[in-house]
Structures are given as C-alpha cells and as structure tokens.
C-alpha cells in the first residue's frame, strides 16, 4: 500500500480548509453543538466530506497485492541479514516475504525454507521443523530438498527425537540423487550423510518442555466481577465514578485481576513476529490467504480470526494503515466487528440498544441480567466512559470525521452492510433532517454512532499489550518492555490512575491481562494504577499536562500534591520510621535485599519474589515515604513478573 505521510490528516486539514472557504466554520461549530445525539454529528461530518469531494481515495491508495516480485525483495533482504547474523531481524524480514508470496508458489516455499535457517540459528528446532514441513509440501525445487530433510533431522537430534532423526537423514540422501551436486562436492556431502545415520539410529528421547505457569486469582473469584478475585469490588462516587476498592485487606503480590479483553488488535509494527489473533510470539508464521497484513502461529488462529473479524478486516486493514490510522481506530473498528459479530448481529443489536442504555444506578451500569459484570458482554464496554463533556469542539469533530471516513471505506470496500440482514426499523437513527443531501440511511447512521462512541472511549480506555525482551548485557540482565497491541479490558478500564499506583499490570499468554498489587492496599482503599505518568520517571508539571490533555483531569494523588522528587531524587538515607521498634528488623531485612538485588541484575530471578513482597510490605508499614528502597523493590517485583508473563530471551548475540 502506498501512502504519503498522514494520509487521512491531510483529508482533514483540506476538509477544515473547505469549511472556512466557504464561510461555514462558525455555524459548522454551532451545529455540531446543537446535534443531541453521536450519529447526527457523523452525519453533519459525512456530509461536508460529501460536498468538498474528499470521500474518495486517490489512486496511489491501493491495496497491495500477493506478489512473487515483492516476495523475492524480502527473500533477499532477509540472505543479507542472516549473513551479517542478524537473526531476529532477518526472521521478520522472511515473514515479510511469506506474506507476499502468492499460495502454492515456489516463492512461498523459498520463504518458508529460508526463514528455517535463521529459526534454526536460533535454536527454535521445533519452529524450524514446522517451516520445512511447509517447505517440503509445497513448490519447493527437487534439487534442493536435501538440504531442508538435513536440516530437519538435525532439528530432530536436537530435540532428542534420534529415530526420527535418522529417518529424515536418510531422505536427505535420497534427495541427494535429485540434487545438481557432482564429484566431489556430491561424495563429501553423501559420506556425511551417511556418517549421520550411523550415529542416530537409537531411539527418541523426548526432551519435555516446561510451559510458564498462569498466575491465579488471590482468595477466589468474585461473585459480581467475572475476572476479579473476592478481594476486588466496584463502587461509585459522584467525584469518582466508578472504581474498583479493596474489599478485604491486600497484600504484596495478591492477584486482583485475569482479564480477557474484549477487543484486542496488535501494532502493525508487530505484523510479522505475533499472531495477528492470539497475539503470541511467533517465528513460523502463516500468511492470511488474502492478505499481506495478517498472519497466524496456525490454521486454527487463522479460521478463528476469519470468523470473528478478519473477513471484514483483511479488505479494509490495509486501508486503514494506508491512512495513517492509529491503534485507536484500529481498536475502535475491532470493537465495532466484535460488538455485531462482523454485523451478523447487526440487528440484534440496534434492536436492543435502548435495553442496553438502561440501568437502575450508575454503580450497576454496564452490569449483565444476572447482575454481573462480565469483560465478555459488550454492555460493559458500551459504557465506559468517553469523556464527551470535557472535550473540544475541534477534538469532537475530529472524532465524528474519523468515524463518517472509516464508515465510508467500511460501505465501499467490504460487504459489512451489503451482507447484513439488517432493516431500517427504528426511527431513533433516521437523518437528523438538517442537511438536504441524505446519503445514508439509519443502519449507516446506527454504526456511524457507534463508530463515534468507540473513538471516544479507546483513548481513555485502552491498555497495552506488551512483551519484556530480556537480553544479557555485559553480565546484567536487561529488560525491555515492548509495546506490540492495545486492547479494551472493561474490568481494568474502571481502575483510576494514581503517579504512585498499588498494582502493576502484565500481559500474559498474548492478550490476557494480569493485575498484581504492589503495594499494601487496606480494606476499603482504592485500587489506583498507573496512565503512563509516573512520580519516579516524570516531573509533577509533566504529569499534570499529559493527564489533563489526554485524560481529561487533574490528578490529586499524593505524589503530586507533596511532589515527590524522581527516582534519583528520592531520599535513601535517614528514613523516618512509623514504627521504630522494627528499626533492627527493616536494617535485616535491607541487607537481603541489596544481595537479591544483585542476583536479579545478573539474571538470578528465579525464586526471588516471595522475599520481594515480604521486604516490600514491611518497609510499606514501617518507613514513611517517599523512600528509594521502596520504588527498588517495586521495580525488582516488576522485573521478576515480567519473566513470568510474556517475554522473550533474546540470543546473547545480540
């Protein structure tokens, strides 16, 4: 897909040109304030793109096509870097090459065979096999195929699997015969071979993998809040809103939270080393048939994502990606597929929209029938908040455009609305009646409002889907967290944000999010996390800016209002104790600390948590903070979660 720049904030910039050309700007804002209800502003928006012809694409916003050229570039790319032992890079770049290749193709098999080099390299030998199986059952040329039977049979040595092994070097002597080798080149390589059978000719030896454990819920799942524990409930103040206390005494460590979001989309920068559905890591993907964007860590992820929202997607992704489009409209457009089942419940529910709205007190709304709130049920997502209120007429009108164009191409380029068995039944989503020309028609303006709604919701809603990339340094272990997706987790979308939050968030086994109390949270206490803004990392005038203009309000926490200095900054002499009698306990207990601080920076986590949360809640009850060893151990806890959630070892090497 070819794009210049920004391509959809280049529509708006000529839009808003248009408006002020032909004298509208101001009414154009009366208007929009006077429009009660999110479909009319889409409406007002779609109608002005109409009339200043910016609907339309321009010819240089195609679709990129499966291509054996394309695929060939990619190929080369990823030779060069695997030369220059650029792994990692050089895996991505062969996904690239898998997703360009036309099915069936040699090019396809050429990509998949190549990629098996590089997995190999990094001693990923199952991964490795998958990709020479697909090598070998596709156009992969004759005269090379002893080289992959070769390569698998030492994958399988590797993995203990010995007969198997000997089985696959035998094919790779029979290969041999079809092979363009001669002389002595052809002798060397076949003596190997044979030399190779001799020696792996016992039987397999399976080597057991040990999978990372899920956590569990602390103190058992809670009865209202289906992916809570019991010590977690939601409450709600005017000043507030809604939020979540702790309903019993929490301690260090106690797991409040396992969510499944309800919509949850990777970063296209993410494309070619995670499963585009469940969002693991991996170095054997499968191309979308269709596609050059999605690919899959296997069939069964690839017909799922298809059913649940790829059939819309795989025409209308690259489009969106084209425009410049962020993870908040990607997210906005999943949650829409989701929300109607790719609009096979379109009817269902613009039919039962006015049930939905309803709720008997704002501590309940989003709750289902049975008086539950589930993450799974679009009610509780229908009603998170989007912050309308505070926002901007320029910043609304820019959201109601983002929805009119995206429902343009969702119209135009997909069948989403040409395939729903949906009618124009209810009169609350007929045109506003304040523009002559009326181009769409209430099914239209039912998912145009919707479209506006999400747009609100995600910037103030969404987390992050992350991976730690843990490499060794010169000797120290060094974690970095790497944002690969963003979704819509219902349960922790009523968390408020706190400079100085008690919990920590983690994303495990893809998109599951996982939520661990970090400090002592009393019984009745609010349960706060963090919106990126932290005390240790960034000045009190720096957090209060970026909270007000993305989140809308002014934090109140009590870093900000007694300032707390940044991590360098914060005391870590003369501690003043709120217990002094503990004083000989905490000094104990600090020099275990400095030691298990040691191991962890040189790459020694293992077993280290449990001491981690004790030292914590001790130095919580009996040193008054700010306090440096506090926001250590903290961060010790964070480092030692993050090995157990998604992360990836990265090779030495690198």
């Known amino acids: 897909m ?43 928006a779609y109608c002005l793109f109409l009339e200043a012809g910016l609907l339309d694409l321009s010819e240089k916003m195609r679709v990129n096509p499966k ?26 770049t062969y996904s690239l090459s898998v997703a360009f290749a036309p099915a069936n193709s040699e090019e396809l098999a050429l990509a998949y065979a190549n990629r098996s080099a590089v997995t190999f390299s990094l001693g990923e030998y199952t991964v490795c096999i998958k990709d020479i199986d697909r090598a070998l059952a596709g156009a992969y040329p004759e005269h090379l195929r002893y080289k992959l039977y070769d390569r698998k049979g ?15 070097f035998q094919m790779a002597q029979n290969c041999l015969l079809s092979s363009r080798l001669e002389g002595e080149k052809l002798k060397s390589i076949s003596l190997s ?15 057991k993998t040990v999978e990372n454990c899920m956590p569990c819920l602390s103190e058992g799942k809670s009865k209202t809040i289906l992916s809570a524990s019991s010590l977690v409930e939601i409450q709600y103040t005017k000043e507030l809103g809604r939020h979540l206390i702790a309903s019993a005494d929490i301690e260090p460590g106690d ?33 979308c048939p269709n596609c050059v964007e999605a ?35 990607l997210i ?73 164009y995206i429902l343009h191409l969702l119209d135009k380029n997909t069948d989403y609305f040409t395939s729903a068995k949906c009618h124009e039944s209810n009169e609350m989503f007929l045109s506003c009646n304040k523009f002559e020309n009326k181009p769409l028609n209430s099914v239209k303006l039912f998912v145009g409002g919707l479209l506006f709604k999400y747009l609100l919701i995600v910037p103030s809603n969404a987390h992050e889907i992350s991976e730690m990339l843990v490499k060794k340094v010169r000797g120290k272990v ?3 967290s790497l944002e690969i997706g963003g979704a819509l987790y219902p349960v922790l979308s009523l968390i408020n944000h706190s400079c100085d939050p008690n919990v920590v968030r983690h994303s495990h086994n893809g998109d599951l999010n996982v939520l661990t109390a970090i400090q002592v949270i009393p019984t009745g206490t609010q349960i706060v996390d963090n919106y990126g803004y932290h005390h240790a990392l960034h000045d009190v005038t720096t957090r209060q800016s970026e909270l007000s203009s993305q989140y809308h309000f002014h934090c109140q926490c009590c870093a900000c209002i007694e300032d707390w200095p940044l991590y360098h900054q914060l005391p870590n002499k003369y501690p003043v104790y709120l217990n002094p009698s503990l004083k000989d306990e905490v000094n104990k207990s600090s020099r275990i600390f400095k030691e298990v601080l040691q191991d962890i920076t040189s790459g020694k986590l293992d077993g280290k948590l449990p001491f981690l949360m004790a030292h914590l809640a001790l130095l919580h009850r009996v040193i008054k903070r700010p306090w440096r060893e506090y926001s250590a151990c903290q961060e010790a806890i964070k480092q030692c979660l993050s090995v157990q959630a998604n992360h990836y070892l990265a090779p030495t090497s690198l």
């Open 2 to 44: 070819e794009s210049e720049g920004n391509y959809f904030s280049q529509k708006l910039d000529q839009l808003l040109d248009y408006i002020k050309d032909s004298n509208s700007d101001e009414s154009c804002s009366k208007m929009l304030t006077s429009l009660k209800h999110d479909h009319e502003k889409v409406e007002m």
């Open 67 to 92: 291509s054996c050229k394309e695929s060939s570039i990619f190929r080369d790319k990823g030779n060069k870097e695997f030369r220059l032992k650029q792994d990692l890079l050089a895996v991505q």
């Open 154 to 168: 030492k994958s399988l040595k590797f993995l203990g699997m010995n007969k198997s092994a000997n089985d696959s």
């Open 193 to 207: 071979m044979s030399e190779q059978v001799k020696s792996y000719s016992g039987t397999d030896i399976i080597i």
């Open 255 to 287: 797991v409040l939270v396992i969510e499944e979001p309800y919509a949850s989309v990777l970063l296209p920068t993410a494309y070619k080393n995670y499963c585009f559905h469940c969002k693991k890591r991996c170095h054997a993907l499968i191309p």
């Open 295 to 329: 690919m899959y860590c296997s069939e069964d992820c690839c017909s799922a994502s298809w059913d649940k929202d790829h059939r819309v997607e795989c025409s209308l992704l690259p489009l969106l990606i084209a425009l410049g489009f962020t993870k908040i409209e």
């Open 332 to 404: 906005a457009v999943r949650t829409l597929l989701r929300a109607t089942q790719q609009n096979r419940s379109l009817q269902h529910l613009l039919n039962t929209l006015p049930q939905i709205e309803s709720f008997k007190d704002d501590k309940t709304k989003g709750f289902n029938e049975d008086s539950q709130y589930n993450s799974l049920d679009y009610k509780s997502v229908h009603h998170l908040v989007g912050n309308m209120e505070l926002r901007s007429n320029p910043d609304i009108f820019r959201k109601a455009a983002t929805a009119a």
């Open 478 to 480: 060094v974690c970095e």
